[in-house]
């Protein structure tokens, strides 16, 4: 009797591939010539979040003397209404010029494939920046903090943001992050930094993505880099302090606030009087 076929393909995804551009801005980076571009991570239909973005920190575009842009990358809607959106996605478009939208299905499945569309947007359109920050929608970034680390950082092979050092793989069928032994049969990940917020140069992308030609790309986005930096022989950095990312949200308050460099934050708190309370002109501490 032949051995059933198991399927690997829930823990895998089409990576490489060639996925195509169905919303860009190719000219940003060679008009503008950023120091450091930012992708955000979100979905299609997350509207709100991409506007509470655009009117607090992403509205910081020269900061400590640096040109700073901030892009959304989305992946394609499926199912009901995905004409209406294609056509709100064009009109939003048109009034921000911020969005990049790639024709890969946008699930949570799928982040592996949009970090790597990430790298090669960046590698084609963007390689003349120093920086690029992949991260996350619920978020709030202190951008000069953010940008003071990076004005003292190696400008090549870096990567720096949460480190996580030998990571169990996650057994358990029923966790976000199971992962089966057949796809991945070590029992730790290498290091890799957390994916709500990471910042590298802007030479590894082209690195990043021959790597990826050879290591099976696993869903969960973050671990999948720290395979790919692995390979390279590129290990993760430390930030130069303590305490300057939060994957479980800091609780606000303007001193907290003004020392670090990202946190991700509750939906539930309004993030326009946050950044508004941050904004004021009184000292922090
Ligand atoms: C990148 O920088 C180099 C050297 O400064 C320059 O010759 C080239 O035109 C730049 N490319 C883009 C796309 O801006
Ligand atoms: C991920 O995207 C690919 C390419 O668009 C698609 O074939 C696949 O079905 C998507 N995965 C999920 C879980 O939707």
Same mark, same amino acid.
């Not at 963007?126 to 991260?135: D, F, G, H, T």
């Not at 790597?211 to 930030?239: F, R, W």
């Given at each position: 009797?032949?051995?059933?076929?198991?399927?690997?393909?829930?823990?895998?995804?089409?990576?490489?591939?060639? #996925?195509?551009?169905?919303?860009?801005?190719?000219?940003?980076?060679?008009?503008?010539?950023?120091?450091?571009? *930012? *992708?955000?991570?979100?979905?299609?239909?997350?509207r709100r979040y991409r506007d509470v973005i655009r009117s607090?920190?992403?509205?910081? %575009?020269?900061?400590?003397?640096?040109?700073?842009?901030?892009?959304?990358?989305?992946?394609?809607?499926?199912?009901?209404?995905?004409?209406?959106?294609?056509?709100?996605?064009?009109?939003e478009?048109?009034?921000h010029?911020?969005?990049?939208?790639? %024709?890969?299905?946008?699930?949570?499945?799928?982040?592996?494939?949009?970090?790597?569309?990430?790298?090669?947007? !960046?590698?084609? #359109?963007?390689?003349?920046?120093?920086?690029?920050?992949?991260?996350?929608?619920?978020?709030? *970034?202190?951008?000069?903090?953010?940008?003071?680390?990076?004005?003292?950082?190696?400008?090549?092979?870096?990567?720096?943001?949460?480190?996580?050092?030998?990571?169990?793989?996650?057994?358990?069928?029923?966790?976000?992050?199971?992962?089966?032994?057949?796809?991945?049969?070590?029992?730790?990940?290498?290091?890799?930094?957390?994916?709500?917020?990471?910042?590298?140069?802007?030479? !590894?992308?082209?690195?990043?993505?021959?790597?990826?030609?050879?290591?099976?790309?696993?869903?969960?986005? %973050?671990?999948?880099?720290?395979?790919?930096?692995?390979?390279? =022989?590129?290990?993760?950095?430390?930030?130069?302090?303590? =305490?300057?990312?939060?994957?479980?949200?800091?609780?606000?308050?303007?001193?907290?606030?003004?020392?670090?460099?990202?946190?991700?934050?509750?939906?539930?708190?309004?993030?326009v009087?946050?950044?508004?309370?941050?904004?004021?002109?009184?000292?922090?501490?």
């Amino acid at each position: 009797m032949p051995t059933p076929y198991v399927s690997t393909a829930p823990y895998l995804v089409e990576y490489p591939y060639e #996925y195509h551009f169905v919303i860009n801005e190719a000219q940003k980076c060679e008009q503008d010539k950023p120091f450091m571009v *930012l *992708l955000v991570h979100v979905a299609p239909l997350n509207r709100r979040y991409r506007d509470v973005i655009r009117s607090t920190w992403g509205s910081e %575009d020269l900061v400590h003397d640096k040109v700073v842009k901030v892009f959304f990358l989305l992946g394609v809607q499926t199912g009901e209404g995905t004409q209406d959106l294609h056509q709100q996605l064009l009109q939003e478009s048109k009034e921000h010029r911020d969005l990049i939208q790639s %024709d890969f299905v946008d699930c949570y499945k799928n982040l592996t494939i949009k970090t790597m569309v990430m790298l090669e947007w !960046l590698n084609s #359109y963007c390689s003349n920046v120093s920086y690029a920050m992949k991260i996350d929608s619920d978020t709030f *970034l202190n951008m000069p903090n953010l940008i003071s680390i990076l004005l003292e950082a190696p400008r090549t092979n870096y990567m720096t943001g949460l480190l996580v050092h030998a990571a169990g793989a996650i057994r358990n069928p029923t966790s976000k992050w199971y992962m089966p032994e057949h796809v991945y049969p070590r029992s730790s990940y290498p290091t890799y930094t957390m994916g709500l917020g990471y910042i590298f140069s802007l030479d !590894l992308p082209k690195k990043l993505i021959e790597a990826s030609k050879h290591v099976k790309a696993l869903y969960i986005e %973050d671990v999948y880099l720290g395979l790919c930096m692995q390979h390279l =022989g590129i290990a993760p950095t430390n930030p130069p302090g303590n =305490g300057y990312f939060h994957d479980h949200p800091l609780e606000y308050s303007r001193c907290g606030y003004s020392k670090i460099v990202v946190t991700t934050i509750h939906p539930y708190i309004d993030r326009v009087w946050l950044w508004e309370d941050f904004k004021r002109p009184d000292p922090y501490c």
